[in-house]
């Protein structure tokens, strides 16, 4: 673990390799788990601003999940979490022709249909955040469904965090993102 700013970072995002790999996974990531996807409290709006742009690429089960209990729930810890349907999808996953499951805020977003591109905690899969009082852990979840991820990224000498470079400055900055990059530096002299 190292410390950037307030935020206790995996050496798992520098010593891990990833890279998606659509093709093999098809998505896996938005239909199994626990719970829906994380949200931050401020997201619940964005979300909900977002629905009329996204609202016909979501299949009839997830707009009738949404008209009952809303775009989010608190789980089990008391965390908001993207709704989801019969257990399984994300509420705002949408299939393409080949049956890869996609992001249909985020489909609507690189359309030009809204702003918001997706929940951070989508963004920055398989990174993870919990908050804690007096600093953020950043960590490294990989599942099963990501192993052609691993080893693509492997394949390519690409680490965890140069692959989540966007998301990571998204949700941290450029200058915690530039402090990560000279903690890879100092360990590579070595």
Known sequence: MIQILDTIVSMDLLEESFICDLPVCKGICCVEGESGAP??????????????AVW???SPQAQEVIKKQGVVYLDE?????????EGEDCVFTCYDENGYCQCAIEKACREGK?????PISCHLYPVRVANYRGFRAVNYHCRQVCRAAVQLGEKNGVKVFR???EPLIRKFGEEWYRHLENVER?????
């Open 39 to 52: 949200v931050e409290d401020e997201e619940v709006a964005l979300l909900e601003e977002a629905l009329p």
């Open 56 to 58: 016909d690429y979501l």
């Open 77 to 85: 810890d008391g965390e908001f979490v993207t709704s989801i349907v």
């Open 114 to 118: 809204t702003n918001f591109y997706k």
């Open 163 to 165: 692959f989540l470079k």
């Open 186 to 190: 100092e360990i590579n002299r070595f």
